[in-house]
């Protein structure tokens, strides 16, 4: 019942190609279960992020046993150079200390604090499909939908009926972001959004709010929308009672990697559903 999101520091001359990445993501995963691309919900997300000279690449897992199959893969590069139509050398593998790089469980991402509010940063263009186009707004029941479906179709418990119905009640009690216009050579073209959301569920009963911090703590593995397998909807939680913003428009989570905290002496955690 692993969750992980693995993390490749890189050194190279130039941003990876994002075409690249997913080159080399794939042709590994055709090495190991030839068969897992023509699935119809991809148990991993993609990701690729950084600054001059501080680029990284990160493949978030969903299913245990994907994660024991290429997790060797992608530790075996450490040190290796690797063509994303440029070459770069693989400095570092991290599944932990950097904020995109977490392990959890399943059972896990309930521990913490069942509160009816939940702060989402969409660090990456995230869009949902609507009659063959792309939808760039972060909608309560777009996102969560989402979510559920990528929860029940890897999880060993399902959402119960009566949470996927809370949803409708969600709403949005603020938006900071902006439209992002997809690049034309990514592998999909439109508009989708980058930013942060603070989604609030009212009369939530206690068993709605455990679920709604627990499928915030997914989305850092799952990420959001259409194409998580190809690098867009990285998502990632924030504390909605914290202001501060970075300087470079990035906002550190509390709980980015998803990965449940100690909990402090006041704050009591709900127990979760019951895995098997």
């Given at each position: 019942?692993?969750?992980?999101?693995?993390?490749?520091?890189?050194?190279?001359?130039?941003?990876?190609?994002?075409?690249?990445?997913?080159?080399?993501?794939?042709?590994?995963?055709?090495?190991?279960?030839?068969?897992?691309?023509?699935?119809?919900?991809?148990?991993?997300?993609?990701?690729?992020?950084?600054?001059?000279?501080?680029?990284?690449?990160?493949?978030?897992?969903?299913?245990?046993?994907?994660?024991?199959?290429?997790?060797?893969?992608?530790?075996?590069?450490?040190?290796?150079?690797?063509?994303?139509?440029?070459?770069?050398?693989?400095?570092?593998?991290?599944?932990?200390?950097h904020p995109w790089a977490g392990l959890s469980t399943y059972?896990?991402?309930?521990?913490?604090?069942?509160?009816?509010?939940?702060?989402?940063?969409?660090?990456?263009?995230?869009?949902?499909?609507?009659?063959?186009?792309?939808?760039?707004?972060?909608?309560?029941?777009?996102?969560?939908?989402?979510?559920?479906?990528?929860?029940?179709?890897?999880?060993?418990?399902?959402?119960?009926?009566?949470?996927?119905?809370?949803?409708?009640?969600?709403?949005?009690?603020?938006?900071?972001?902006?439209?992002?216009?997809?690049?034309?050579?990514?592998?999909?073209?439109?508009?989708?959004?980058?930013?942060?959301?603070?989604?609030?569920?009212?009369?939530?009963?206690?068993?709605?709010?455990?679920?709604?911090?627990?499928?915030?703590?997914?989305?850092?593995?799952?990420?959001?929308?259409?194409?998580?397998?190809?690098?867009?909807?990285?998502?990632?939680?924030?504390?909605?009672?914290?202001?501060?913003?970075?300087?470079?428009?990035?906002?550190?989570?509390?709980?980015?990697?998803?990965?449940?905290?100690?909990?402090d002496p006041g704050t009591r955690g709900l127990k979760g559903?019951?895995?098997?």
């Amino acid at each position: 019942m692993i969750l992980a999101a693995l993390v490749l520091t890189l050194e190279g001359p130039a941003r990876p190609d994002p075409d690249g990445w997913r080159g080399l993501v794939y042709g590994l995963l055709k090495e190991i279960d030839p068969e897992l691309h023509a699935a119809q919900s991809n148990p991993f997300s993609l990701g690729l992020g950084g600054a001059e000279g501080q680029w990284w690449v990160r493949i978030g897992f969903l299913e245990e046993s994907l994660y024991a199959r290429l997790s060797p893969h992608l530790f075996g590069l450490m040190g290796q150079q690797v063509k994303l139509k440029q070459p770069f050398r693989v400095k570092t593998v991290l599944q932990e200390e950097h904020p995109w790089a977490g392990l959890s469980t399943y059972p896990r991402l309930f521990q913490g604090q069942a509160s009816p509010s939940l702060g989402l940063q969409f660090a990456s263009p995230t869009f949902f499909r609507r009659k063959g186009h792309s939808y760039p707004l972060p909608e309560p029941r777009l996102v969560f939908d989402s979510l559920t479906q990528r929860w029940n179709a890897f999880a060993p418990v399902r959402v119960p009926p009566e949470v996927q119905e809370a949803w409708e009640r969600l709403l949005v009690g603020q938006f900071q972001g902006r439209t992002h216009h997809i690049a034309p050579n990514d592998d999909e073209r439109g508009v989708g959004f980058v930013g942060r959301a603070v989604y609030y569920l009212p009369k939530a009963s206690p068993t709605e709010a455990q679920w709604l911090q627990a499928l915030g703590r997914f989305a850092f593995f799952a990420g959001v929308g259409a194409k998580t397998s190809l690098g867009f909807g990285r998502v990632r939680m924030f504390d909605p009672r914290h202001k501060e913003e970075a300087g470079d428009g990035r906002l550190e989570a509390a709980d980015s990697a998803g990965v449940a905290e100690p909990q402090d002496p006041g704050t009591r955690g709900l127990k979760g559903p019951d895995f098997i």
